[in-house]
Structure formats: structure tokens, C-alpha cells
């Protein structure tokens, strides 16, 4: 797409880390107050075309397609084909390559169809940008980004095209996808030399490498293909994993399978040639051995019902970044939550201000400005609030709204937060009070900050106010109170800060499940120009505001279903212990059944920092929510869980979570709030960051799990009938009742039209009342062993009884073997009804839950016909025209085997205890 070749932006493009700020501005033809217009961008966005990259190395269709033939499978039919050929059997070899052709076709259509899905999923995850666009702050998609493009960097960001930093704060990235350097970079505005390499290009930001540390402004230099890294394209693979545990343990199982069937192979057709057989017919017989018993498609069709599953979890919202997680996802034994927006909305409002002598009172609900802010205690005059005699309460609002990142915007004329939610009901109760934002802007202007960070769990920011230089801090409320040493009144004196108080104060509002945050300031010299953290102590109190964030109601329910299931829910949050046992409480988290308490109900990052690694172990036996935990704690946690054999799922979202999410089982990364280091790093991206998605994920994985083994279950017995029925004839020394070519025939068709259908299978009713499943045990249980033996040994009772039947009625051989050929797909069809579950009797399935299944039943029959009574079908497949007694004696036997497997069924629940 984007060249950005022989334009105005190649100067920017190559030289920008050897110019000044103002001549890339220049050059570049842009403000960084104003950005570029909305037309200009247009205009540039025709002229250099979108920011992508022109080619993802996807592996071409072509090598696909040549991948599908390399298959032991295929080389033992191209090898039989021609031998075949060689002996002048000019229809069995043409049929044989045929087959191959249609095999290859079919694997190359279905994994294109997986591929495409996933590639469309991940298409969905669009990153976005944070831009200065008409003078205003605007959010657009990406691929928008044009040369001149003046971008807002902060941690945790992916940055989406070359960039000039114009402003930076303590601006760190991690260039290592680019320069191999695994420490994150610092970077600052300075010009270098233009001899320097990439990594020593300290004013510059690459497309593709990730903020972990700080903020930035920045002007956009390169984007799409002439960015560094659209140069260096082998860093653009995006080729999707189709490989999983499952698929690969399959692909193992069917490996050793092969040798051991080649081996009785060999070994049938060396004691059939020593009893005298004709050669050519012992030889068709092992290559219809080989082709029988081999379940070669089990790999490919075990990818698709995966990436079926993938497919239908994106439509609940979970979009899965990597294949192999929807097999875990189903096993999962331990969601470790954070608790803002994926158990509550995350529409955070301000419902109480405490100061020192007074107590206030918020109406008005979520990011509407419409509210009154009223007296609770401390005033005889119970009226509104004023300036004047209110004055701690108006610096603490002011306070909030100058330390402050967010902006509203209007979109599509809806009030629209841009920033964090938190801080979003901060520009809301200062607007509550008769606050003008704007105005409040021009008169304190801001010089430097000390960005918010979770470990932090603060931030600064100094102001030019009038004469005099402020600092302004809020963050989490006992953070707060460990600065401060004076506190301000509302009558505007200074008094001595009683913190014994303060942390009273915040518990009472804690233990109603409010977020509080707490409000400080300094006066600063005017020569100050810089803000940092030793410039923190010794503060003046303002005030708390204590903030409500709703629980979700679809988590309460989804929390109760994880329980049920006997998933551990555990909510792991940076917010204060009480308010984060009473939000936990509203979930019944606490309560679930644990080994015995020997800590308390809820532990926090201070109390986890003293624990060895085995306490912790104990720890997370016992404890369900975890609270004031910084990032890195979250590794330890996760790390403790697993050791004590637990899957564990973990959600979080910014920059200092991947590391956790990428330990955990199942990383789930938040698709609203979560940062792009975050969803990198994660197995799976919630789009509505709702903790009832992450369930509804768990669900769909158990079902995606449940339909792969009724597949399993329904394949393997056509495979062992096969093979048994040919090695019995092998050995026994009798006329085969299938030619290779017919078993080739049963195969293809069944797969096609039948065993695929299960992957269209609704959940069964109870999915979320079984346990989890244990991925040390293997996929397939003694029941189920069983079953796959009993169905295999049924098949080759019923063939042989009916061809011999046939046979003893004089039937042609050909006609004996059509019988055969119908029976085997007959039962397997029947048989795929048994399957639909592997519990409960098939009469309580609902017909219409999965209409796949009768239409895949009927294109059998009709198939069958066609192959039984079509003259072309009988001279390529040698099959035979039957009569009806014939198809009464087929269906009868199938129905009983049908009958059969339910009564094994039937007998297994009634007297085996069921997990
Ligand atoms: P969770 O992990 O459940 O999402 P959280 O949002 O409370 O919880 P953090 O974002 O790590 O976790 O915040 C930790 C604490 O820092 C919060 O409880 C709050 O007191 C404070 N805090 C949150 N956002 C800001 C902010 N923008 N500025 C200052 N302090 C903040």
C-alpha cells in the first residue's frame, strides 16, 4: 500500500532523528497543538494510502495446497494407484488417484476455512490512536495515521506507525520486535546524529514496538509500508498456529498407528502369499488394510471443529488469539479477575467527598453533568455548596480536575470519555460544583507530571497558577495520606493532619465498596519547573472522593454458573482491601467452600510481599480476593496456582500484566480498556471486558471440547471396523468382504457428510454442572475405549454376518459387497446419532438443535443409492444393484446395533457412577 516514496514526507521519513522538533513540524507541513485538519488527513491518507502493511507472510495457498499431500496416507494410496496402474486395473487407479485429488481438495478447503477465520478474528482487534485533529483529541482507528499526524503515546500502547517525539515524560519502549534489546529503551526529544542505527535513534518511536513506561507526543514521520518495519518483512509473519496439544498428541497417536498397521500389513500379506494367495489380491488387501484403519483425517477435522469453536466464541465476544486456548479454556479450574469493569460497569460516579470537617453528598448519576453536591455534616446551613464557605471541598474538585488525563468529547452528539473512568467522574463532580474545565486549564497551566501507573498508584502534575507553581497529587487514598503532614479546612486555614482519622475515614467509605481516592497539594517556587517524586512529602490534605462502580449484573449470575461448575473465582485488583472484600461479597466470592481459612478473607500486596513461595501456595488455597496487588504480584499468584496443578485463567489489561498473562493458562486480555502490551501477550481478548464473557468463553470451550470427543468417539470405530475386517479376512484367508477402493468410498463420504456434523452440536443442557476437565488424564476414558472397541467389533460381526448371509444366497460377490459397503455407512449413520451424546439416550436430543445432522444422514442415503444403483458408480466402485429383502436385512441389523450402543449406554448410567 504505502510507499511514502518520492512525496513531501521523505525528508521526515529518513532524516527526522537528525532534526529538530520544529523543522519536522515544518517539514511536515503540522502543529502539534493543532494536528492536521480533518481534510488535510483525508487528503494524505489518498496520497500514501492506509497504514497497513502491504503483505502479511502468510503461508501462500499454493504451499498449502502442496502441504495437504504430504501425508503417510497419501503416499501408501499415490503408491497403491500405481501399482494399480502398473497392473492394468485402469478404473482402480483412476478411482484411487481420484480420491487423492478429492482428500487433498477437502484438507486445503477446510484448514483455508480455519486460517481465514482466525485471520478475520485477529482483523477484528483494530488497534486504535489517540490523535490531535483540528485542534481537538480524537480516537481513529490505526490505519488512519498519516505523515503529520500528531499521536498520544502512554504505556502500554502498540505504536502504530514511525514516529518524531515532540513532548516526552519519562517515555521508556521496548524496541526488541525491531533492535533484538530486551530493556525498554528511554527516549526524549533530542536530536542525534544521522549517521546513528535504529536503536540509538533516542527521539524516535518505531510502528510495532510497545510503550512500557511513561508518555509521550509525538508527530507521525512513516506509516504502512514505509515504516522500518514494513522494511523488514520477515518480522511481518502473522502465519497462524493450526497446531494444538490435542491435534498434535492426535497426529502422534495416528503416526505409531500407522506402523503398526503396516506392520500387520506387511505381516497378512506375507502369510497369505506363503498359503499360496494369488499376490495382486494379498496386496489389495494390505493396501485396504492401510487405507481402513489409518484415521488420517482425525488431525485436519479435529482443526476445524476447533476453529468452529473459535468462530462461535467470537460471536459471544471472546475473540481467541490462539488456537490451542479453546482446548484449555475448557479445562480451566481458577479465574483469577480483576475487579474494575469486568465484575463492575466501570462507570465510575462520585457519590461522597469527605474533607477534613465535612461531609458532602453527589447526585446525579454516571458521566451526566447534571447533579448537586450537598451537605451531609459539618454545615448548619444545609443548602448548597459555596466557594467560599466551602473552600477544601472546591481545591480538592479543583485538584481532581487539574491531575487529570481525560477529556470529554462530543461523538456522534453523545458525551464521550476519552481516558480513564476514574478520572472521567473526576471533570464530573469538579463540573457538579460550577467548575469550568476549559477555563480551569488556561488559569493553571500544566508544566510536568508523574504519570499514573498501578504500582505507583498516584499521580502528579504541576501547575503554573497565577504568581505561584502548584502540585497537585491524587491517587489511592492511603497512598495519599502517607504524604501528607497539614490538611486544609474549609474555611481556607492549614491545620496539623491527624491521619489516624483520615484512615478511619477511609475505611467507613472502603467498607461500602467505593473506590477512594485521595487529593493532596503543594505550593511550589515559580522557578520549579519539574515534577518529581521526592518532591512528594509533606503535603496538604485536601480531601476523598469516593467513587461507586456498580457490580454487573450478567457477572453475578456468570460468577454463581463458574462456581457451579467447579471453577474457583478469585478477584485479584489494585483497589483497597475493603472495598475490594465488599464488591467481592456482592459475588458471593468469599463465601466459596476453601480449605481451612488460615488466612483472613481477603490479603493484600503488602501482606503477600512476606510470604514465602509455599505460603503463598497455601495462601491461594484459602483466599479469594487479593487486593492492593501490584502487577508483578499477579506472576506470583499465578505461578502458586499452577504449582498446586490448578488451570488457571487471569485477566488484566495493562502494560506490567503481560508477563501474568502470558504464565497464565488462559491470558485474557480487556479489549475496551486493555492496553495492546496486554492483548499481545494474551490467549484471548474480552471485546466487552465483561467477566460474564470470560464464563460464556469457559462454556463454549467445554463444548468445543465435548463435540471433539463425540467426533473422536464416532471416527475411530469406522477406522477399527476397517481394519478389523480386513485383517480378519487377511489372515483368515478369505475373499475380502470391501475392496480398498470401497473402503476409500465409506471414508471420504462419512467424514464429509456425517462426523463433521458434530461439530455443529449445540452444548448439552448440564455442561456447566460437570467438573473441569484434568488435562493430565488422557482425552478419551476407559467408558469411552470401550465403546470405540464395542461399535469396531459390532461392524465387523455385522459386515461379515451380512456378506456371508448374502453370499449364502447366492449373491454375486459384487452384490455381497454392496451389502457390506451399505451396512458399514448405514450403522455409521446410525451410529452418529448415538454420538450426538455420549450420556443421554439420542431420543432426548432435539432434532432441531443441530438440523446438520439429519441433512448430513440424508446426502448419505442418497449418496448410497446413487452409489448402488448408478451404472458408472457400479463400474468405477464395482458395486451391485440390490433388492429390497437386502435393504430390509441392512437396516435391521443397523437399527439393532443402534440399540445395542444405547443399552450399553442405558446400562453404564444406571449402574456406574458418573463424574
Ligand atoms: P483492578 O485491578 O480491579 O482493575 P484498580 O483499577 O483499582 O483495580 P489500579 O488501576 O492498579 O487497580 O489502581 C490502583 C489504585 O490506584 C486504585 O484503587 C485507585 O485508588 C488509584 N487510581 C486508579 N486510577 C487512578 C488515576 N488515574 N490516578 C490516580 N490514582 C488512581
Known amino acids: 500500500m504505502n510507499k511514502n516514496t518520492g512525496n513531501a514526507f521523505d525528508e521526515?521519513?529518513?532524516?527526522?532523528?537528525?532534526?529538530?522538533?520544529?523543522?519536522?513540524?515544518?517539514?511536515?507541513?503540522?502543529?502539534?497543538?493543532?494536528?492536521?485538519?480533518?481534510?488535510?488527513?483525508?487528503?494524505?491518507?489518498?496520497?500514501?494510502?492506509?497504514?497497513?502493511?502491504?503483505?502479511?507472510?502468510?503461508?501462500?495457498?499454493w504451499m498449502r495446497f502442496v502441504r495437504q499431500w504430504h501425508q503417510p496416507l497419501l503416499y501408501i494410496l499415490n503408491a497403491a494407484a500405481f501399482i494399480t496402474l502398473f497392473l492394468h486395473e485402469y478404473v482402480d487407479a483412476s478411482v484411487i488417484f481420484g480420491v487423492v485429488l478429492v482428500n487433498v481438495t477437502l484438507g486445503y478447503i477446510q484448514e483455508s476455512k480455519a486460517v481465514k477465520a482466525l485471520t478475520a478474528l485477529r482483523q477484528t482487534l483494530q488497534v486504535e490512536a489517540r490523535v490531535v485533529r483540528d485542534g481537538g483529541t480524537e480516537r481513529i482507528a490505526a490505519h488512519d495515521l498519516v505523515p503529520g499526524d500528531i499521536l498520544f503515546l502512554e504505556a502500554g500502547d502498540k505504536v502504530s506507525a514511525d514516529v518524531r517525539l515532540v513532548e516526552s515524560n519519562e517515555y521508556r519502549v521496548n524496541e526488541s520486535s525491531l533492535t533484538g534489546e530486551s530493556l525498554p529503551v528511554?527516549?526524549?526529544?533530542?536530536?542525534?546524529?544521522?549517521?546513528?542505527?535504529?536503536?540509538?535513534?533516542?527521539?524516535?518511536?518505531?510502528?510495532?514496538?510497545?510503550?512500557?513506561?511513561?508518555?509521550?507526543?509525538?508527530?507521525?514521520?512513516?506509516?504502512?509500508?514505509?515504516?522500518?518495519?514494513?522494511?523488514?518483512?520477515?518480522?511481518?509473519?502473522?502465519?497462524?498456529?493450526?497446531?494444538?496439544?490435542?491435534?498434535?498428541?492426535?497426529?502422534?497417536?495416528?503416526?505409531?498407528?500407522?506402523?503398526?498397521?503396516?506392520?500387520?500389513?506387511?505381516?497378512?500379506?506375507?502369510?497369505?502369499?506363503?498359503?499360496?494367495?494369488?499376490?495382486?489380491?494379498?496386496?489389495?488387501a494390505a493396501i485396504a488394510l492401510a487405507v481402513g484403519a489409518i484415521p488420517e483425517g482425525l488431525p485436519a477435522a479435529v482443526t476445524v471443529i476447533l476453529a468452529i469453536g473459535v468462530s462461535r466464541m467470537a460471536k459471544r465476544?471472546?475473540?481467541?488469539?490462539?488456537?490451542?486456548?479453546?482446548?484449555?479454556?475448557?479445562?480451566?479450574?481458577?479465574?483469577?479477575?480483576?475487579?474494575?469493569?469486568?465484575?463492575?460497569?466501570?462507570q465510575m460516579t462520585v457519590s461522597r467527598i469527605e474533607v477534613l470537617d465535612r461531609q458532602?453528598?453527589?447526585?446525579?448519576?454516571?458521566y451526566e453533568f447534571e447533579g448537586e453536591i450537598l451537605h451531609i455534616t459539618g454545615s448548619k446551613d444545609n443548602s448548597i455548596v459555596s466557594k467560599e464557605r466551602d473552600y477544601a471541598l472546591f481545591e480538592c474538585l479543583k485538584a481532581g480536575a487539574l491531575c487529570n488525563d481525560a477529556t470529554f468529547v462530543m461523538q456522534d452528539n453523545v458525551q464521550t470519555l476519552i481516558g480513564d473512568p476514574t478520572e472521567g467522574a473526576l471533570l464530573v463532580s469538579a463540573v457538579k460544583i460550577g467548575i469550568n474545565i476549559d477555563e480551569l486549564f488556561l488559569q493553571c497551566k500544566r508544566i510536568d507530571a508523574i504519570p499514573f501507573s498501578s504500582e505507583r498508584q498516584y499521580m502528579a502534575t504541576l501547575h503554573e497558577c497565577g504568581d505561584e507553581n502548584i502540585i497537585y497529587v491524587k491517587g489511592a487514598a492511603e497512598r495519599i495520606i502517607e504524604f501528607c503532614t497539614q490538611a486544609l479546612g474549609s474555611d481556607n486555614h492549614v491545620v496539623c493532619f491527624d491521619t489516624a482519622t483520615a484512615r478511619a475515614t477511609l475505611s467507613t467509605l472502603a467498607e461500602e465498596g467505593m473506590r477512594v481516592l485521595g487529593f493532596a497539594y503543594s505550593h511550589s517556587s515559580r522557578e520549579r519547573n519539574v515534577v518529581e517524586q521526592s518532591?512528594?512529602?509533606?503535603?496538604?490534605?485536601?480531601?476523598?472522593?469516593?467513587?461507586?462502580?456498580?457490580?454487573?449484573?450478567?457477572?453475578?449470575?456468570?460468577?454463581?454458573?463458574?462456581?457451579?461448575?467447579?471453577?474457583?473465582?478469585?478477584?485479584?485488583?489494585?483497589?483497597?482491601?475493603?472495598?475490594?472484600?465488599?464488591?467481592?461479597?456482592?459475588?458471593?466470592?468469599?463465601?466459596?467452600?476453601?480449605?481451612?481459612?488460615?488466612?483472613g478473607r481477603v490479603m493484600t500486596g503488602e501482606q503477600l510481599a512476606t510470604l514465602t513461595d509455599d505460603e503463598v501456595e497455601q495462601a491461594c488455597r484459602s483466599v479469594s480476593v487479593f487486593a492492593r496487588v501490584a502487577p508483578e504480584q499477579k506472576l506470583r499468584l499465578v505461578r502458586a496456582f499452577q504449582h498446586d496443578h490448578a488451570i488457571v485463567a487471569m485477566t488484566g489489561d495493562g502494560v506490567n500484566d503481560a508477563p501474568a498473562l502470558k504464565q497464565a493458562d488462559i491470558g485474557t486480555a480487556m479489549g475496551k480498556t486493555g492496553t495492546e502490551a496486554a492483548k499481545e501477550a494474551a490467549d484471548m481478548v474480552l471485546t466487552d471486558d465483561n467477566f460474564a464473557t470470560i464464563e460464556a468463553a469457559v462454556e463454549e470451550g467445554r463444548a468445543v471440547f465435548d463435540n471433539l470427543i463425540k467426533f473422536i468417539v464416532w471416527n475411530l470405530p469406522i477406522n477399527l471396523g476397517e481394519g478389523l475386517v480386513v485383517l480378519c479376512a487377511l489372515f483368515l484367508g478369505i475373499t475380502l468382504p470391501m475392496?480398498?477402493?470401497?473402503?476409500?468410498?465409506?471414508?471420504?463420504?462419512?467424514?464429509?457428510?456425517?462426523?463433521?456434523?458434530?461439530?455443529?452440536?449445540?452444548?448439552?443442557?448440564?455442561?456447566?454442572?460437570?467438573?473441569?476437565?484434568?488435562?493430565?488424564?488422557s482425552i478419551l476414558s476407559f467408558d469411552l475405549v470401550l465403546r470405540i472397541t464395542v461399535v469396531g467389533v459390532l461392524l465387523l460381526v455385522v459386515v461379515f454376518g451380512l456378506f456371508f448371509y448374502e453370499r449364502s444366497l447366492n449373491a454375486s460377490l459384487e452384490q455381497a459387497r454392496t451389502v457390506s459397503v451399505n451396512v458399514f455407512v448405514v450403522v455409521s449413520s446410525l451410529y452418529l446419532l448415538n454420538c450426538r451424546s455420549l450420556r443421554h439416550p439420542f431420543w432426548r436430543q432435539n432434532v432441531r438443535g443441530n438440523l446438520w445432522i439429519p441433512f448430513g444422514i440424508v446426502l448419505m442415503m442418497i449418496l448410497q443409492v446413487l452409489y448402488t444403483y448408478l451404472p458408472v458408480m457400479n463400474d468405477l466402485f464395482k458395486s451391485s444393484p440390490l433388492s429390497w429383502s437386502s435393504w430390509l436385512r441392512i437396516f435391521m441389523v443397523s437399527f439393532t446395533a443402534m440399540l445395542l450402543v444405547e443399552l450399553e449406554k442405558f446400562i453404564r448410567a444406571k449402574f456406574v457412577p458418573q463424574t
Open 739 to 777: 475392496t480398498p477402493v470401497q473402503i476409500l468410498w465409506i471414508n471420504m463420504t462419512t467424514a464429509g457428510s456425517l462426523g463433521i456434523m458434530l461439530a455443529f452440536e449445540p452444548m448439552e443442557s448440564d455442561i456447566m454442572e460437570r467438573t473441569p476437565r484434568d488435562p493430565q488424564v
Open 186 to 284: 528511554e527516549k526524549d526529544i533530542q536530536p542525534v546524529s544521522r549517521e546513528v542505527g535504529l536503536a540509538d535513534r533516542t527521539c524516535m518511536s518505531y510502528a510495532g514496538t510497545l510503550v512500557s513506561a511513561g508518555q509521550a507526543k509525538a508527530v507521525v514521520v512513516a506509516t504502512g509500508d514505509a515504516t522500518e518495519i514494513g522494511r523488514i518483512s520477515e518480522l511481518v509473519s502473522q502465519a497462524e498456529e493450526l497446531e494444538t496439544p490435542l491435534t498434535r498428541s492426535i497426529s502422534r497417536f495416528s503416526q505409531i498407528l500407522l506402523y503398526i498397521i503396516l506392520g500387520l500389513g506387511v505381516a497378512g500379506f506375507g502369510a497369505g502369499v506363503l498359503r499360496g494367495e494369488p499376490m495382486v489380491e494379498m496386496l489389495m
Open 535 to 599: 518532591d512528594l512529602s509533606e503535603l496538604v490534605f485536601l480531601g476523598f472522593q469516593a467513587m461507586i462502580d456498580p457490580p454487573r449484573k450478567e457477572a453475578v449470575h456468570a460468577v454463581d454458573a463458574c462456581m457451579k461448575a467447579g471453577i474457583r473465582v478469585v478477584m485479584i485488583t489494585g483497589d483497597h482491601a475493603h472495598t475490594a472484600l465488599a464488591i467481592a461479597e456482592s459475588f458471593n466470592i468469599p463465601n466459596q467452600k476453601m480449605a481451612t481459612p488460615t488466612f
Open 360 to 366: 458532602y453528598e453527589l447526585t446525579g448519576q454516571g
Open 12 to 61: 521526515a521519513t529518513h532524516n527526522s532523528h537528525a532534526l529538530s522538533v520544529a523543522d519536522v513540524l515544518r517539514i511536515l507541513n503540522t502543529s502539534s497543538r493543532q494536528g492536521l485538519t480533518s481534510t488535510e488527513a483525508a487528503s494524505r491518507l489518498k496520497l500514501v494510502g492506509p497504514n497497513i502493511l502491504r503483505e502479511y507472510r502468510d503461508e501462500s495457498s
Open 317 to 346: 465476544k471472546a475473540v481467541i488469539r490462539r488456537l490451542p486456548a479453546v482446548e484449555t479454556l475448557g479445562g480451566t479450574t481458577v479465574i483469577c479477575t480483576d475487579k474494575t469493569g469486568t465484575l463492575t460497569v466501570n
